[in-house]
């Protein structure tokens, strides 16, 4: 099992910033890689950022790409995503995942959820 917590969430107004933190603990080895995802009122959770523990080798979704960036603490188990020209569309609950991988689809536990709102 993987736990997983989640912080940073908040207010921020249109082409502010933001940083999440998302702490691992438990059994943090058995997945190689860390994942962001978001999910907006009356959308499905997508895609937004991924980091392997390793090498940090990351991979980000096409609408956050040059404005988000991911990175990891390993000493700390901790993963963070720096949120820059936020925009109104990126208001969703973003939740931290443990994956098996950098694919997407490789998400095996789940934080509870930090929310974002951007105003315009």
């Known amino acids: 099992q993987v736990q997983l917590v989640e912080s940073g969430g908040g207010l921020v107004q249109a082409g502010g910033s933001l940083r999440l933190s998302c702490t691992a603990s438990g059994r943090t080895f058995s997945n190689r890689a860390m994942g962001w995802f978001r999910q907006a009122p009356g959308k499905e959770r997508e895609f937004v950022a991924a980091v392997t523990w390793s090498d940090g080798a990351t991979i980000y979704a096409r609408s956050v790409q040059g404005r988000f960036i991911i990175s990891r603490d390993n000493a700390k188990s901790t993963v963070y995503l720096q949120m820059n020209s936020l925009k109104p569309e990126d208001t969703a609950v973003y939740y931290c995942?443990?994956?098996?991988?950098?694919?997407?689809?490789?998400?095996?536990?789940w934080g509870q959820g930090t929310q974002v709102t951007v105003s315009s």
């Open positions: 995942a443990s994956q098996k991988g950098l694919n997407p689809s490789s998400a095996a536990y």
